[in-house]
């Protein structure tokens, strides 16, 4: 079963991404902050990441900055509102993210992009 690593700190959208998620049959680890999510990414074996960006503790960015050094095999799609969209954007692309979506999002889309990045 594949594992998926959700840093969310919106509970709404964290458990909306988390049911649809194990829905389609993946294994979940939900954390709520960027401190959780480092630990989280240090500790589980992941078969992909989903980051929000504007998260407490320590930023998206950072997130993907710190999986990068540690776990350069593993995706991350990373999620964001619109204003926060363009620089952010290319950053996390520059760093290596395999996908973007903006908020908010349809889950049926998210887990049609999960299902792609997992695939191949």
């Known amino acids: 079963m594949k594992k998926i690593l959700i840093i969310e700190d919106d509970l709404l959208i964290s458990s909306l991404v988390q049911f649809r998620l ?9 954390v709520k902050d960027g401190n959780a999510g480092i630990i989280a990414i240090d500790t589980e ?45 290319l950053e996390a692309f520059n760093l ?14 998210l887990a049609i992009r999960v299902k792609r990045i997992l695939s191949s």
């Open 22 to 30: 194990k829905k389609d049959g993946y294994d979940t680890v939900l």
């Open 45 to 89: 074996t992941l078969d992909l990441i989903i980051t929000d960006v504007m998260i407490p503790f320590k930023n998206g960015i950072e997130i993907i900055h710190h999986a990068r050094k540690t776990k350069p095999e593993v995706p991350i799609i990373v999620l964001s509102s619109l204003g926060e969209e363009e620089k952010i954007v």
């Open 96 to 109: 290596g993210v395999s996908d973007f979506i903006p908020k908010p999002f349809n889950p049926n889309e």
